[in-house]
């Protein structure tokens, strides 16, 4: 379906934003491509059923436990109108190879890319397992009346919070995928002309209409001057002459509401040009001077204008942590120790570092926000996982019965050291975190020390059904002379009780 229409897509992508055919590329059809590989090259592994680590003998061994990977059922999937195939089709992929049938809404402010999904559609994809319908504001609730087993919503958490409402009427679980007023901080210890040439490309791109765009930036006052400097010049050779290739706000009203928020601020404009609101053309704009109380700070920006706080990092991350958690976090400094310290102060759904957007790039890793910008994960085996539901199964042998005769009434007490729980870790009442890693590493060692020992009982257990009387007296002496002599000291050694292996029994 997107192989054969690359030219569609993209045709239609530029008719809903102006986008350029290499950020429609590199954005929806490449995110899609890639997605589609990963999901047909694992999703047999992903779908396999899996056996609980900790099973241990009885439930593990005996009960064959096992985790089974099944489809919750019915997926409603919203998508939205910034990335209006991309942020559809990911979710559907993870949907569909988690074996869930879906139900497709794309947004209806990004007019062409819906037209065309629904002519494709039905055309490509099974109509028993997948569909997709149109819906404004006014059809919504019906839509959102009917039981679903799962709701995946990309956004904003205005929206979201209706959702939500609708979803707890029948229990549905969610995913959202929402946004927030991401910052970034450039400290005296970063590469300015690096981190503006970055900033200001995450506000070229879409023109800004992106969750995961820099919202505003935290500038220490040394290099502020200079950052206004460098981000203007950036801005300008990104634009070039004329009109650009910049996208179109998405509609009238996103681009008056831009407007209108710019009208109002205190601070001052330092870079800009005329806008063309017949076109949507709303072009990059650098304020500085600006304060947390300021308009532009009011709400989550999703434009490309770009307010500038004169702080230094510790009050940069202050501030942040004082705001709800946005969906991305961008720190700039050559500093780990200044790094370290806003990520412990901060928490955001994902960080970048010394650039922009990349962390929801990274192939296999969980993408999603936390509080506010949302919660529930997607993109590789995250996004199997979100439309999956784990069911475990476990069948203990019949004759294991009468091994636990002691669950069933009528009950008594002289049962209890039979289920009580030990402390087999050997921790202590008041040792210190040091004691307890010293302790947990000693541990690890013993209890692969503790599997070797039992794999070699095994197997000289074996042996003994095959071999001889003389052979198995031979054994018998070597293996008590051994570990009377080397074993049994080295177990205590490590604080392993000998006899819990019967080997003070022989």
Same mark, same amino acid.
């Given at each position: 379906?997107?192989?054969?229409?690359?030219?569609?897509?993209?045709?239609?992508?530029?008719?809903?934003?102006?986008?350029?055919?290499?950020?429609?590329?590199?954005?929806?059809?490449?995110?899609?491509?890639?997605?589609?590989?990963?999901?047909?090259?694992?999703?047999?592994?992903?779908?396999?059923?899996?056996?609980?680590?900790?099973?241990?003998?009885?439930?593990?061994?005996?009960?064959?436990?096992?985790?089974?990977?099944?489809?919750?059922?019915?997926?409603? !999937?919203?998508?939205?109108?910034?990335?209006?195939?991309?942020?559809?089709?990911?979710?559907?992929?993870?949907?569909?190879?988690?074996?869930?049938?879906?139900?497709?809404?794309?947004?209806?402010?990004?007019? /062409?890319?819906?037209?065309?999904?629904?002519?494709?559609?039905?055309?490509?994809?099974?109509?028993?397992? !997948?569909?997709?319908?149109?819906?404004?504001?006014?059809?919504?609730?019906?839509?959102?009346?009917?039981?679903?087993?799962?709701?995946?919503?990309?956004?904003?958490?205005?929206?979201?919070?209706?959702?939500?409402?609708?979803?707890?009427?029948?229990?549905?679980?969610?995913?959202?995928?929402?946004?927030?007023?991401?910052?970034?901080?450039?400290?005296?210890?970063?590469?300015?002309?690096?981190?503006?040439?970055?900033?200001?490309?995450?506000?070229?791109?879409? /023109?800004?209409?992106?969750?995961?765009?820099?919202?505003?930036?935290?500038?220490?006052?040394?290099?502020?001057?200079?950052?206004?400097?460098?981000?203007?010049?950036?801005?300008?050779?990104?634009?070039?002459?004329?009109?650009?290739?910049?996208?179109?706000?998405?509609?009238?009203?996103?681009?008056?509401?831009?407007?209108?928020?710019?009208?109002?601020?205190?601070?001052? !404009?330092?870079?800009?040009?005329?806008?063309?609101?017949?076109?949507?053309?709303?072009?990059?704009?650098?304020?500085?001077?600006?304060?947390?109380?300021?308009?532009?700070?009011?709400?989550?920006?999703?434009?490309?204008?770009?307010?500038?706080?004169?702080?230094?990092?510790?009050?940069?991350?202050?501030?942040?942590?004082?705001?709800?958690?946005?969906?991305?976090?961008?720190?700039?400094?050559?500093?780990?120790?200044?790094?370290?310290?806003?990520?412990?102060?901060?928490?955001?759904?994902?960080?970048?570092?010394?650039?922009?957007?990349?962390?929801?790039?990274?192939?296999?890793?969980?993408?999603?926000?936390?509080?506010?910008?949302?919660?529930?994960?997607?993109?590789?085996?995250?996004?199997?996982?979100?439309?999956?539901?784990?069911?475990?199964?476990?069948?203990?042998?019949?004759?294991?019965?009468?091994?636990?005769?002691?669950?069933?009434?009528?009950?008594?007490?002289?049962?209890?050291?039979?289920?009580?729980?030990?402390?087999?870790?050997?921790?202590?009442?008041?040792?210190?975190?040091?004691?307890?890693?010293?302790?947990?590493?000693?541990?690890?060692?013993?209890?692969?020390?503790?599997?070797?020992?039992?794999?070699?009982?095994?197997?000289?257990?074996?042996?003994?059904?095959?071999?001889?009387?003389?052979?198995?007296?031979?054994?018998?002496?070597?293996?008590?002379?051994?570990?009377?002599?080397?074993?049994?000291?080295?177990?205590?050694?490590?604080?392993?009780?000998?006899?819990?292996?019967?080997?003070?029994?022989?």
């Amino acid at each position: 379906m997107v192989h054969d229409n690359e030219d569609a897509i993209v045709k239609a992508l530029h008719q809903d934003l102006n986008r350029h055919r290499f950020e429609s590329y590199a954005s929806d059809i490449l995110g899609i491509k890639s997605d589609i590989i990963d999901q047909l090259r694992n999703v047999e592994k992903w779908a396999k059923d899996s056996v609980p680590e900790d099973a241990g003998f009885i439930f593990g061994t005996l009960g064959k436990a096992r985790v089974r990977k099944e489809p919750l059922g019915v997926a409603l !999937i919203i998508g939205a109108w910034n990335f209006p195939l991309l942020l559809l089709i990911q979710p559907l992929l993870a949907a569909i190879s988690a074996g869930n049938c879906v139900l497709l809404k794309p947004s209806e402010l990004a007019v /062409a890319c819906e037209t065309l999904l629904v002519d494709l559609v039905p055309k490509y994809l099974d109509q028993d397992a !997948i569909q997709i319908v149109t819906a404004g504001p006014n059809e919504m609730p019906e839509i959102l009346k009917q039981k679903y087993d799962h709701i995946f919503f990309t956004g904003s958490n205005k929206i979201a919070r209706f959702i939500t409402a609708a979803a707890a009427k029948h229990l549905t679980p969610t995913v959202l995928e929402l946004g927030g007023q991401g910052p970034a901080i450039v400290t005296k210890q970063a590469n300015v002309d690096l981190a503006a040439k970055r900033i200001a490309y995450a506000k070229f791109l879409n /023109a800004g209409q992106i969750c995961l765009s820099v919202n505003h930036v935290f500038v220490d006052p040394a290099v502020y001057d200079q950052f206004i400097k460098a981000v203007s010049k950036w801005n300008e050779k990104f634009l070039g002459e004329g009109k650009g290739e910049i996208c179109q706000i998405i509609n009238d009203r996103n681009y008056s509401r831009l407007e209108k928020m710019l009208n109002a601020t205190q601070g001052k !404009i330092v870079y800009g040009r005329k806008g063309k609101p017949a076109e949507r053309l709303f072009y990059p704009t650098v304020v500085d001077d600006v304060t947390m109380t300021d308009p532009l700070l009011s709400e989550e920006l999703f434009g490309p204008i770009l307010p500038v706080v004169k702080a230094d990092y510790k009050s940069a991350y202050n501030t942040i942590r004082n705001m709800d958690y946005p969906l991305a976090i961008y720190i700039f400094s050559s500093s780990q120790a200044e790094i370290d310290e806003i990520m412990a102060n901060t928490n955001s759904g994902g960080v970048t570092i010394n650039d922009v957007l990349m962390h929801a790039g990274v192939h296999g890793a969980p993408f999603g926000g936390v509080g506010e910008s949302g919660y529930g994960y997607y993109h590789g085996i995250h996004g199997f996982n979100a439309f999956t539901h784990t069911r475990v199964v476990v069948g203990p042998p019949t004759w294991l019965d009468k091994v636990m005769s002691f669950r069933y009434p009528p009950f008594s007490v002289k049962h209890i050291p039979k289920i009580e729980v030990k402390n087999k870790i050997g921790f202590k009442r008041g040792e210190t975190m040091a004691d307890q890693k010293v302790r947990t590493s000693s541990g690890l060692i013993s209890g692969l020390f503790v599997k070797t020992i039992l794999s070699i009982a095994i197997l000289l257990t074996g042996l003994f059904l095959f071999v001889g009387n003389e052979l198995k007296a031979s054994i018998t002496n070597i293996y008590s002379t051994y570990s009377t002599k080397y074993l049994i000291p080295l177990l205590v050694s490590l604080s392993i009780d000998p006899a819990q292996f019967g080997l003070l029994k022989s």
